[in-house]
């Protein structure tokens, strides 16, 4: 009764991914630019007179097939930078400082009318609560056409046809496509979600909780489904969770944020098995595993700051077991190493880029530092 | 230890309604079968954890136990007396004090309009527990300071959104605290919270159960949350257990397909190497309608390992020795070190019971 297992991932090569494109790239872009590049991003949210720096100065790249996740606690800010990418932010939210680049293409710089021609097409959302973001009083396959009709000007018929092809494509059989979002089970509503989300064959597909409503084989289910679609389609995706262990098994990079900033970001198995950032490190022993002993969980005491007025310095410096007179005063700065993880930690103040030159870092994780 | 709670044979049907056609047509009277025979007992100072996905009936067990769902067949005892027939606010006074709940989702729970400590002091006043004022308000101070809300002066004026997710359920757990009770029937209290959060939350009530002398039957859908809190673990699955014993068990030599199937899923401890993918046991389709349960073995349209004996004949729990049970034809052949899950095909395998002290080391309940 298992479905077949899925081969090792995306035989996929960048070049592949663009010329299966269905529909034509936007007019401005530069074919040969990274898919996406988000560089120094700051979205705050006005709070009377003054500004919650919600998302302040972060920056990121994913190419193309890649998956990137995105991890940290409630109100760190995960959520304000997939909304900040397709523009839908609170009308308190503002953009005010960075770029979002697709495909060559500053989107921060488009107005509303400008940005549709990507919101859905180019970067579509798969959302948390799917009862809250599927509209109740229509068919399923008819708000999925919708987009496909509008967006990419199809004939009705043609856009219906596409719609439960969809459907069929994540598992909702053919004649459940006319169902309305009530009829449908809570997994099954998450699936009309991302077929909704594939919609108008979009190049990145956003996923903010996909699964954390969901019962745990459900969950399993529908990452395993998302690895399926990336793979088949050439998907590039951003899983933003706040449960490190769903990233483990679909992504390739892994971005951790604290507060409104990168705090890590590297290759998953790094993240995973050699953490620097004292933050990651307690994010990564604070799930249970089935695997360890269970009286290992780690505890991250105290609470994330005001955004209001973040504490100068590290703002992760109040809560750190290791932090010093430095983290207190001083912003850490970004800093590179050879493993491809960059950390912003005064832990790890130079890299070892120039001066050991590519080799593998074995020996200078925190892990390592706190067993001397 | 002794015995603190029993279920036995244990029945919750929900009657449908037929619609008048149905009536015409003669159609029988069918219902929702959500708990359908189980038999539980929890020592006093346990952790029995109950995991199940949504329709397994397990919450439906907690409100049987906590006197909010009327069963319709089976019978409780707790502490030695039969109170499967005890109903009304007045005669279950006494009963709701021994036994408190605590619900999923903090924000529903408490009223926003309600000061944290006029939350805690309810169940005191309608209880009638404490003498005077003043002794009331040393048992919200030390209710809430108990449940790690330190000092207690600071919290207590004020309301609920001016906390955290972790802080409200923080509260809730005061105000199950305050009456002093025996069993803490706690459904998914850490799910609506952050990852990061939990761990603490667990800690708290693993600790509030040595402090107070709880005993927790503890109701959740994430196998690894039980794992980190539970003594026992019992796996249920529309309406029935499917499988019971002590956590390492369950978790480590699991005996029934279907809890092969959740250690499968449960996060991993790393990702898997370049190229590879985990190996996973992940099941098709859906839990059936608890109104038209298969017949046979119940999980048989799900099951991996299925044959024709499951299609037809119901498996009862069988007795697998140290203190573990399982409902499946198979389970007295799994003996190997991974118990079924070795018989499943494309399944991580779980690591089987290694060194006896390593045993020992988890069998030790404290985290």
């Known amino acids: 009764m298992t479905e077949q297992p899925i081969p090792a991932m995306l035989p996929l090569s960048p070049a592949d991914i663009r010329g299966r494109r269905q529909w034509p790239l936007p007019k401005l872009a530069d074919p040969n630019a990274p898919l996406l590049e988000v560089r120094d991003l700051k979205t705050h949210f006005r709070l009377g ?159 903010d909780e996909p699964t954390t409503a969901l019962d745990v084989m459900v969950q399993a289910q529908i990452l395993d489904l998302l690895e399926r679609l990336r793979r088949d389609l050439g998907l590039s995706l951003i899983l933003i969770t706040h449960d490190l262990s769903v990233l483990a098994e679909t992504c390739d990079r892994v971005l951790v944020m604290y507060a409104g900033r990168v705090a890590e970001e590297g290759p998953v198995r790094r993240i995973f098995t050699a953490p620097r950032h004292p933050y990651t490190r307690k994010l990564v022993g604070s799930f249970p595993n089935l695997h360890t002993d269970r009286r290992s969980l780690a505890v991250i005491q105290g609470q994330p700051p005001d955004l209001l007025t973040p504490p100068p310095g590290c703002r992760f410096a109040p809560r750190c077991d290791f932090a010093m007179p430095v983290c207190t005063e001083v912003v850490p700065p970004e800093v590179r190493f050879s493993d491809g993880v960059r950390v912003a930690c005064h832990l790890f103040p130079t890299s070892d880029i120039a001066t050991v030159g590519g080799s593998t870092l074995e020996g200078s994780t925190l892990g390592d530092m706190t067993q001397r | ?68 769902t009327r069963q319709t067949a089976g019978r409780v005892t707790f502490d030695g007396q039969d109170v499967t027939d005890l109903w009304g606010t007045r005669r279950l006074r006494a009963y709701r004090r021994r036994v408190q709940l605590i619900f999923q989702d903090p924000y529903e729970t408490l009223d926003p309009k309600q000061t944290i400590h006029d939350f805690v002091a309810e169940p005191l006043e309608v209880n009638h527990i404490g003498r005077s004022a003043a002794e009331r308000e040393v048992m919200i101070a030390s209710a809430l300071e108990a449940a790690g809300l330190r000092p207690a002066a600071t919290y207590a004026s004020r309301h609920p959104h001016e906390l955290s997710g972790g802080q409200r359920q923080r509260v809730v757990i005061a105000g199950a605290l305050a009456v002093g009770p025996e069993l803490v029937v706690a459904d998914e209290p ?33 196998l690894s949350i039980a794992w980190v809190i539970a003594d026992r673990i019992a796996v249920m699955y529309l309406g029935k257990i499917m499988e019971i014993g002590p956590a390492n068990r369950v ?52 099951c991996p390992l299925v044959f024709d004996r499951c299609r037809v004949e119901e498996p009862p729990l069988i007795d697998l020795g140290d203190g573990q049970s399982a ?24 690591l089987g019971l290694a060194s006896p002290a390593a045993q020992r080391l988890a069998s030790q309940a404290a985290l």
Request: overall charge positive.
């Open chain 1, 49 to 207: 007179r003054a500004w919650v720096r919600a998302v302040d100065g972060v920056s990121f790249g994913l190419a193309d097939g890649e998956a990137l996740g995105i991890a940290g606690e409630s109100a760190c800010g995960k959520t304000t930078t997939a909304l900040s990418l397709v523009q839908l932010l609170p009308g308190n939210g503002k953009i005010r400082g960075g770029s979002v680049e697709l495909f060559g293409i500053d989107l921060v710089q488009k107005s509303e009318r400008a940005m549709q021609r990507y919101r859905w097409r180019e970067i579509s959302m798969v959302f948390q609560g799917a009862m809250n973001a599927l509209n109740p009083v229509i068919r399923v396959r008819d708000q999925i056409a919708e987009p496909i009709q509008y967006r990419l000007d199809q004939p009705e018929a043609a856009a219906r046809q596409r719609a439960i092809d969809l459907l069929d494509m994540v598992g909702i059989p053919r004649k459940r496509a006319d169902a309305y979002p009530h009829e449908l089970s809570g997994g099954m509503r998450q699936r009309a979600m991302i077929a909704m989300a594939l919609a108008c064959d979009p190049a990145i597909v956003i996923g």
């Open chain 2, 327 to 350: 409902a499946c034809w198979l389970a007295e052949q799994a003996t190997s070190t991974g118990g079924i899950a070795d018989m499943l095909p494309n399944a991580r395998r779980p």
């Open chain 2, 1 to 68: 230890m002794s015995e603190l709670l029993r279920v036995s044979g244990l029945q919750v049907h929900f009657p449908i309604r037929r619609a008048l056609g149905d009536v015409v047509r003669g159609r029988a009277a069918s219902a929702v079968r959500a708990v359908d025979g189980i038999d539980l007992s929890i020592q006093e100072g346990e952790v029995l954890a109950l995991v199940g996905e949504s329709g397994s009936g397990k919450t439906t067990t907690g409100r049987v136990i906590v006197k909010l």
């Open chain 2, 190 to 222: 850490v799910s609506m919270l952050d990852v990061s959060i939990r761990t603490e939350l667990l800690r708290l009530m693993l600790d509030l159960r040595k402090e107070r002398h709880l005993t927790y039957l503890f109701i959740t859908h994430d």
């Open chain 2, 251 to 302: 978790i480590s030599v699991p005996r029934h397909p279907y809890t092969a199937a959740l250690v499968s899923v449960a996060p991993s401890p790393e990702p898997p190497a370049p190229g590879e993918r985990a190996k996973r046991t992940i099941l098709v389709g859906e839990t059936p309608d608890a109104s038209a349960i298969p017949a046979g073995c119940r999980f048989n349209t799900r």
